[in-house]
């Protein structure tokens, strides 16, 4: 029966890391992490650690499936990253100066309501319009944007991807697939980089369930990341929304259960 209930738990867990993952660049912590606390009792530390290296992998082939159709913006999203570690840095070292605070529920709700936004409000800004901003606004962007995700991510510890899919599409006017693509690609990266830290600092976790996770992580994103670069704009919005939605809506509850 442990066994099974390990199966059914990281396959859905990895389902809906794997899907936030291919469709928006969502980090696979938001939703391992609550999943394996919540139904498998894992210590939120390991949890995290487990959730970080899944995402390496499924952001990773995520990447490449957005790259190989020409959906990432590689130089900007090379900029966007240094600056994304640099100030992650800067926030957690900060966050360790004041209270405890409980805002880690934030990046769970604005993941709702960016779903929403997604399904209501369609992104539909072409490549064309993109490649009009000059590349020198481009990368005073692109370092901005990093400033302001690594600190907000390294103060509240977690919204890295949500973050960055709101900035790349609402404040530097990128393209869905192209924002997406970008996202996943400075993901890969940030992932690897956490994951690193979690398992130097603490202990490894259970192989099963680690492996587990990884292998339907990176499943669900591969299916997730051909689907979305073959949608038209449109479907792809409301794709995103919804997936957003559904997985907002199940961690919420599983923050209730704790």
């Known amino acids: 029966m442990e066994l099974l209930l390990i199966i059914i738990v990281t396959f859905f867990a990895g389902m809906g890391a794997g899907l936030g993952t291919g469709f928006a660049g969502m980090s696979a912590a938001a939703v391992i992490t609550p999943m394996l606390v919540t139904f498998l009792g894992i210590e ?18 995520s990447a490449y499936t957005y790259g190989k159709n020409k959906n990432i913006d590689i ?4 900029i966007m ?17 004041v209270p405890s605070t ?6 769970v709700f604005m993941t709702f309501l960016l779903g929403i936004k997604f399904i209501l409000k369609p992104v539909m800004t072409t490549k064309e319009a993109m490649k009009s901003v000059s590349a020198k606004k481009r990368i005073v962007q ?12 390294g103060f509240v510890g977690a919204g890295g991807g949500m973050m960055m899919l709101l900035i790349l599409t609402s404040v530097l006017g990128y393209e869905l697939k192209t924002a997406v693509g970008t996202s996943v690609f400075i993901m890969t ?27 339907f992580t990176l499943v669900w994103a591969r299916i997730a990341a051909v689907f979305a670069n073959k949608a038209a704009p449109k479907t792809l919005n409301r794709a995103t929304g ?17």
């Not at 130089?75 to 090379?78: F, I, R, V, Y």
């Not at 692109?142 to 991510?153: A, Y």
């Not at 919804?242 to 704790?258: N, R």
Request: aromatic share 10%.
């Open 44 to 61: 939120p530390y390991t949890a995290v650690g487990i959730a970080l290296s899944s995402d390496v992998l499924a952001s990773a082939v």
């Open 75 to 78: 130089k900007n999203g090379l």
């Open 81 to 97: 990253m240094f600056s994304v570690l640099v100030f992650t840095i800067v926030g957690s070292y900060i966050s360790s100066l």
């Open 102 to 107: 409980t805002m880690g529920g934030f990046s």
């Open 142 to 153: 692109s370092i901005i944007s990093g400033v302001v995700i690594g600190f907000i991510c």
């Open 189 to 215: 990266f940030t992932a690897l980089t956490g994951a690193v830290s979690h398992f130097a600092i603490g202990e490894l976790p259970d192989l099963l369930i680690w492996i587990l996770c990884i292998v």
């Open 242 to 258: 919804v997936v957003l939605v559904v997985l907002g809506a199940v961690i919420m509850t599983f923050s209730l259960l704790k």
